[in-house]
């Protein structure tokens, strides 16, 4: 009733699905609002319409036993797992607790949940119901929300129901198609609640009813029948001002108050166990000693038993539950607990002990630290630390109980709970913690506000905590010393905390590496050296490690094989002028978190790898992996990284967007104006300035960067500002930024730094010098990747030629910048060589439109990858989609390019 809308949006959504097209809607509102009988409502339509259906319901009690949502779904699926690729089949298979196996990464089963889905659909449409997912466990909702942003043309519709989020909530769902479910308008809200009294209603009674219901259809149904009709006829109630789902809740709770004894007892322990298993509930109730006598609270319409027990609503349970009194909660839960067959379900056996203790019980809290392992082992980091906590709240004794607290806290920051897991470090810390407790606890918090705040404190805190585990741990105390840099480098200094500088000196206390030091050790003391001898002296020792890790792969990265530290890898190789390595290890980067379905580090290294890519002039495949990071980082809802996106407009000289990308990193930077995201901005507006030729401009962007501390920036800074500044008649400024580009190159010994120092002594030269200096850029540059400013460097020797009056020379370096801009797509330097080219009375080539123009980045992402002749089970696997979403891309591709088969295709020539 009053439902036009949202039933139109559901018949939509069914549409598409028929048709071909996934699609997904999240219906929100507060408890009674009518999202169940939506759901209902769009069960029937896709019944009707010949579409399969398949839900799920999330139960509050099941949200600390990791994937038991997600395991609802699948097992309606059958055994179609067996189909998945192998590294799918074994994250699904540990997950499940199926088989054994180091944890699953989230979103290597949430691939593997597309593709059952997907594969479910191949017979035809499926619509997925998922009611109450707000209380679905941790682990389910994310995978469910990942899949739900990555279906595409699986024929699959997806209807997520949740209640409004209370401040402080994990929001999964969040950024997802949205369906709002607010109050029935009063018209509907009057021929409601006449529909369901029947008795004589005053007016005045009726206006109240309605105006307190807010048009919530549950408290229009059910408040007015616990009501006497007197006093629906005469008004005299008091009003209430609490919330209509909470006085729901009330009424609910008197109705069960009033059943007799046993049944109340009865309908407690039905509440308490979730599944709804009605053996088990009778095996509890014998133990009880009381009469499985559910007439009274059937009758009362609390809730009905034939193959399992379901409550009206889950509000009813939630009554039920909360009117008890403590000890019966605890009487009810122990006789679950014995009703439970350990070895099935040990799990839930210790969940419903540990629910049943008053006080403390060491016996208990330490088989729900065992259970918080398995919970582990399957990738449940969220469940691991709800029985990780509860085992502290159990624990007797005061230095166990800060140890399991710590333990909880650790857990619960892996899962994304940081605000839990700093209340639990604030139990930790009433202590006693030995001393590795304690330094550990130090690198936790800091961890902790570096997720959370980015903040100026962050490097001190590491600091801290590596001092602290100097004499305990000499390896982790490496370790940590080296995240402090890392954080430094990354969140910069505003002046009121600790700059990478600073934390250099600091690490120079770090204990000494053992005899057969790995990367770590050697990243560690080669940042040392740079930070506090000067850029000269950490080269060698920085270079041997990124030697040693493309030698050795990941060998070396620490105990626990971080791979993450080939995400700074990576950035070294570019602050020393290293585009070989920097391509090796970057890619390696990539090629890891890929195999590893390890999408929370992937969108990183897909964007450092995508920069690269844009210096070496790969503009098409560096947009190809920015966008496919961007979409990763929407699936996962993590923070995007938009630097590769920002460089690429730069380079490609879209002003408006490289300008709007510019203002959102400085906001973001939040004052902070050396963090790193700030410092790229600066250059990205450096380069677009430069390329269209407004060199005052680019020189204030440029000299910005160039200031960064980290040597990655301001190293690709150094070029942009001898360029504007020697334009802007600031030779001043061009010399200083000369010396320290061709100090930093005489130490790099790379063709790519020589050659950038060369063309910038020539920018700044004259006479046969410049000339001489131009020729060496031009050969330097040519034995390196860095194509983007080998074509630059073609560009100003052309320029400088033509104001020298060497025509013919000119239209030469000018007529192959031309080309080379044209072809990689850096279209204001291009313009800039087409400006000189026809003031040297020669008009440029046109570049040709390609077939290939018209392909989106994804598009030509997939293109390039099926031409290498790889199916689309594998380009899905490896692009985080389903194979069916691959078919549909290529459809698209082939129309687009004109051809019909994958065999054509590879003889495409692509961008």
Sequence with gaps: MGRDAECRAVAQLLAGARAGRSGVLVVRGEAGIGKSALLEHAEGTATASGVRVERVVGVEAEMYFAFSGLHQLCAALGDGAGALPEPQQVALGVAFGLRGGPPPDRFLVGLATLNLLAEAAEEGPVLWLVDDAQWLDQASAQVLAFVARRVAAERVALVFALREPTDGDVRPFAGLPELPLGGLAESDARTLLAARVHAPLDDQVRDRIIAEA????????????????????????????????????????????????????????????????????????????????????????????????????????????????????????????????????????????????????????????????????????????????????????????????????QVKHQAGAQDAALKLLTVAAIGPLDARQRARAQLLRARIDFQLTRGDGVAGMLLDAARALAPLDAALSRETYLHALDAALVIGSSGRGHGVVEVAESARAAPAPPPSAGAVDLLLDGLVATYTQGYGSGVSVLRGALERLRDQGTDGLGRYGDDSW???????????????????????????????????????????????????????????????????????????????????????????????????????????????????????????????????????????????????????????????????????????????????????????????????????????????????????????????????THLVYGEWLRREGRRQDAREQLRTAHQMLSDMGAEAFAGRAARELRATGEHPRARNTLLTDALTAQELHIARLVATGATSREVAAQLFLSPRTIEAHLRNIFRKLGITSRRQLRKVQLP
Excluded: K
């Design 566 to 792: 080939l995400w700074l890898a990576g950035r070294i190789a570019v602050a020393l002028y290293d585009d070989e390595l920097a391509l090796v290890l970057l890619d390696r980067h990539v090629r890891l978190a890929r195999e590893a379905g390890a999408l929370a580090s992937l969108p990183a290294a897909l964007d450092a790898r995508s920069v690269t890519l844009l210096l070496s002039g790969e503009f098409a495949h560096a947009a190809e992996l920015a966008a496919e990071g961007a979409a990763l980082s929407r699936s996962t809802g993590a923070r995007p990284h938009r630097n590769a996106q920002l460089a690429i407009a730069a380079w490609r000289g879209l002003e408006v967007e490289t300008l709007e990308l510019h203002a959102s990193a400085v906001d973001r930077a939040d004052g902070n104006r050396d963090s790193a995201e700030a410092m790229l901005a600066h250059y990205g507006s450096a380069v677009l300035h430069n390329a269209l030729g407004r060199y005052p401009a680019a020189e204030r962007a440029a000299t910005h960067a160039s200031l960064s501390s980290r040597f990655t920036i301001s190293n690709l800074a150094l070029p942009e500002v001898v360029e504007a500044a020697v334009r802007a008649g600031r030779p001043e400024r061009a010399t200083a930024a000369l010396e320290e580009l061709g100090a930093r190159a005489r130490a790099a010994g790379t063709a790519w730094a020589l050659g950038l120092a060369a063309r910038s002594r020539a920018l700044a030269g004259t006479g046969t010098a410049a000339d001489d200096d131009y020729r060496e850029a031009v050969e330097r540059l040519g034995n390196c990747r860095i194509a983007t400013h080998l074509a630059r």
């Design 214 to 409: 807010r048009g919530n259809p549950l408290a229009l149904l059910e408040l007015p029948g616990g009501a006497q009709p007197a006093r629906l006829a005469g008004g005299f109630e008091t009003p209430d001002v609490v919330s209509v789902p909470r006085r729901i809740e009330e009424f609910y709770g008197r109705r069960s108050g009033s059943l007799p004894a046993e049944t109340q007892l009865l309908l407690l322990v039905a509440a308490a166990e979730p599944t709804g298993d009605l053996a088990l509930l009778q095996r509890a109730t014998e133990h009880l000693g009381i009469a499985h006598d559910a007439a009274p609270a059937e009758a009362a319409g609390l809730f009905e038993i034939d193959t399992r027990v379901r409550f009206r609503h889950p509000l009813v349970r939630s009554a039920v539950y909360r009117a008890a009194a403590p000890p019966d909660r605890r009487r009810a839960h122990g006789a679950l607990a014995v009703a439970t067959d350990p070895s099935v379900e040990p799990d839930r056996r210790a969940w419903h002990r540990a629910q049943s203790v008053s006080g403390t019980d060491e016996e208990v809290a330490a088989e729900l630290e065992r259970s918080a392992e398995r919970a582990r082992a399957r990738g449940g980091s969220a469940a691991a630390g709800a029985f990780l906590q509860r085992a502290a709240e159990l624990t007797p004794e005061p230095a166990r109980r800060a140890g399991r607290a710590l333990e909880a806290a």
